[in-house]
């Protein structure tokens, strides 16, 4: 298996309560390696277009306000089969259903308040890259 990059939020839930530390060492236990990231205070426009594809759901509005409401911290992980570890090693989307071990059912507060964002496929980590580092933010 190639080794990949996969795109990674950190969320607001995550900066509030202080856990971008204890996130980040599940990610580095897991194998992946931290090779860019920035926190950053997300703008409703930055939000609106990275969501863009939830825009007819009945959440978007929630999600906005939600990624906007404090810093998250925007990472590029890097790793053997970075998209599908990744998402793995966060646990499932709803921290209910999430299995033992993974971030979101060690931390996750909702289905909203989830922790962590991850790429869903190899094209949309590209893109997803793209909306917030420059290749010169990125070493790997
Ligand atoms: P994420 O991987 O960032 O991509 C879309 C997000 O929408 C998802 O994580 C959830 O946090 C959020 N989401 C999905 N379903 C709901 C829901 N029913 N209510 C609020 N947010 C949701």
């Given at each position: 298996?190639?080794?990949?990059?996969t795109f990674s939020i950190l969320?607001?839930?995550?900066?509030?309560?202080?856990?971008?530390?204890?996130?980040?060492?599940?990610i580095?236990?897991?194998?992946?390696?931290?090779?860019?990231?920035?926190?950053?205070?997300?703008?409703?426009?930055?939000?609106?277009?990275?969501?863009?594809?939830?825009?007819?759901?009945?959440?978007?509005?929630?999600?906005?306000?939600?990624?906007?409401?404090?810093?998250?911290?925007?990472q590029?992980l890097?790793?053997?089969?970075?998209?599908?570890?990744y998402?793995?090693?966060?646990?499932?989307?709803?921290?209910?259903?999430?299995?033992?071990?993974?971030?979101?059912?060690?931390?996750?507060?909702?289905?909203?308040?989830?922790?962590v964002h991850g790429?869903?496929?190899?094209?949309?980590?590209?893109?997803?890259?793209?909306?917030?580092?420059?290749?010169?933010?990125?070493?790997?």
């Amino acid at each position: 298996m190639a080794t990949e990059r996969t795109f990674s939020i950190l969320k607001p839930d995550a900066t509030k309560r202080n856990l971008t530390g204890a996130v980040n060492a599940v990610i580095e236990e897991a194998g992946l390696r931290i090779v860019g990231q920035r926190r950053i205070q997300m703008s409703r426009a930055q939000a609106e277009t990275f969501y863009e594809v939830h825009k007819e759901r009945p959440f978007f509005g929630e999600l906005v306000a939600f990624m906007t409401s404090g810093p998250v911290v925007v990472q590029v992980l890097e790793g053997e089969n970075a998209v599908a570890r990744y998402r793995e090693v966060m646990g499932a989307t709803n921290p209910a259903q999430a299995a033992e071990g993974t971030i979101r059912k060690k931390f996750a507060q909702s289905v909203g308040e989830n922790t962590v964002h991850g790429s869903d496929s190899a094209e949309n980590a590209r893109i997803e890259i793209a909306q917030f580092f420059q290749d010169g933010d990125i070493a790997g």
